[in-house]
Structure formats: structure tokens, C-alpha cells
């Protein structure tokens, strides 16, 4: 490991089996996600890590999507006391939420599981947008958006963990599905 690379990597490269899958499990809900992850430690580097994710990000099943969008509640309603899903999802105003609720429903209807995007830096109305886009999607399709959707969201959250002041499970500054 380079002396460049944030504490917090080293911290998470030197957590234990438990304690890593417990934090990665707060960036994605994909169990065999995050043991890829994990298997990969130590790393280099916050690159490194990346890497690794969206290695990890390729190789899950449909059944492991599934289990990592089951960890995101639906755009428009954060899950309460859930900081990482508020902040991701602050784009979204009271205008939007109700219609973004109902098209949500309309959606999950369709494809059996929560419209997924990257609401970071995204608006309302821009995610209404992407909403009514997908949600005519053939499922093959609708997959593999869902896929680079959530490896956006995971990549975002990775490097939020390697660059907080404490990584640990009992130190957390905040995490949780968004």
C-alpha cells in the first residue's frame, strides 16, 4: 500500500472477515458481492478496490442483483434514520416524490423489483425521465442498466467508506442502502 492511500483503506483492508463484510454489506445488500470484495483484500490502492468492485459488479447473477436491489428502498422514500439514502436521494422534491411513488409501483408491477438508479446528483425531474424511459424495458435489457445503475451507486459509496475519518463497525459516521 502506497503512504497515499486514505486511512480509511488501510482500515478496511486490515478489518476482520466480519467487520469488512458488515461494511460492505452497507454499500451493496449482494452477499456474494461482497465477499468478492472482501476476497480481494488488502488493497493497494482506492483504485485497486474499484477495480475489484466492478469485477465483483459483472459476475453477479440475476438472483444476486435481486438481492442487492432489495436493499434499496424505492426513489422518493429514503428508508427513515437512513443517512446514505436521504443524502443519495436529496435530489428529489415533494413535487416529484408523489409521481416518482407511482410510477415506482408501476414499475416494480413490471419487472418485480424497485426502479434502481443513481440518484446521486440527479434531480427529480431527470429520474422521472429515467422512469418513464425504462419502465417499458424488456427484462434482459432492464438487467443490465440495473447492473451499471447499482455499480455507480456502489462505487460512490466505496469510496465514501475508504475516505471517512473512521471506518469500523462500531465508529461508522453513516451508512445503509439508498
Not at 480509511?8 to 449482494?30: I, K
Not at 437512513?82 to 407511482?102: I, K, Y
Request: aromatic share 2%.
Amino acid at each position: 500500500m502506497t503512504s497515499s492511500a486514505p486511512p480509511g483503506l488501510a482500515r478496511f483492508n486490515a478489518a476482520d472477515g466480519p467487520g469488512a463484510a458488515a461494511l460492505l454489506h452497507e454499500v451493496c445488500a449482494s452477499r456474494a458481492w461482497a465477499a468478492a470484495v472482501a476476497a480481494g483484500r488488502p488493497y493497494g490502492s482506492v483504485g485497486a478496490l474499484l477495480a475489484a468492485a466492478e469485477r465483483a459488479m459483472a459476475g453477479l447473477t440475476a438472483a444476486d442483483l435481486a438481492e442487492a436491489m432489495a436493499g434499496h428502498p424505492p426513489i422518493g422514500r429514503p428508508k427513515p434514520g437512513d443517512a446514505a439514502s436521504a443524502r443519495e436521494q436529496s435530489g428529489v422534491g415533494e413535487a416529484e416524490r408523489a409521481e416518482l411513488l407511482e410510477l415506482n409501483l408501476a414499475y416494480q408491477e413490471r419487472h418485480g423489483h424497485v426502479f434502481l438508479i443513481c440518484a446521486t446528483g440527479r434531480g427529480g425531474e431527470e429520474m422521472l425521465a429515467a422512469l418513464n424511459e425504462r419502465i417499458g424495458n424488456d427484462a434482459d435489457t432492464e438487467r443490465e442498466i440495473v447492473r451499471t445503475e447499482l455499480g455507480k451507486i456502489n462505487r460512490i459509496r466505496l469510496d465514501r467508506l475508504v475516505n471517512t475519518a473512521l471506518v469500523n463497525t462500531e465508529n461508522r459516521e453513516e451508512g445503509g442502502q439508498g
